[in-house]
């Protein structure tokens, strides 16, 4: 019976810590560092903020995360200037420091809404900068 018994916990105790090591943690890349914004906040549980391309909502952490990376490649690919990029990336900064002061006190509705619809705009301003055909590579 012993000889049957230890086997089959083993099997169990695996069958359990399999799934659980495969778990996606979003905003850890895989160097397992986080993106340069993200942190987890009280007020943020999956609140609205934006769909991410599978139909998802994104929160605030993952936008802020995205917005920042879409930067970086519009650098890198040569769709964005030096210029525009620092420019981007000081508005995203700003917009970063008042979700801060924001949650000093907690989010509230109107700040979230304020919030999103900064986000939606620098969003906007990023797509716009990437496509304005003033790029350096044609």
């Not at 008042?98 to 986000?119: H, I, V």
């Amino acid at each position: 019976m012993k000889k049957f018994l230890i086997p089959a916990i083993a099997l169990a105790a695996a069958s359990v810590a399999v799934p659980a090591m495969a778990q996606n943690y979003q905003g850890q890349n895989r160097d397992n560092r986080g993106g340069g914004y993200e942190q987890d906040y009280r007020g943020d549980r999956g609140d609205r903020y934006e769909r991410d391309n599978r139909g998802g909502w994104q929160s605030i952490a993952q936008r802020k995360y995205q917005l920042d990376r879409r930067i970086d490649v519009g650098l890198r690919n040569g769709s964005l200037s030096r210029r525009e990029a620092t420019r981007l990336k000081t508005e995203l900064n700003q917009l970063v420091r008042l979700e801060y002061s924001y949650q000093r006190g907690g989010l509230s509705a109107r700040e979230r809404a304020e919030l999103d619809r900064r986000y939606d705009r620098l969003s906007m301003q990023v797509r716009a900068e990437r496509h304005d055909r003033d790029d350096r590579r044609h």
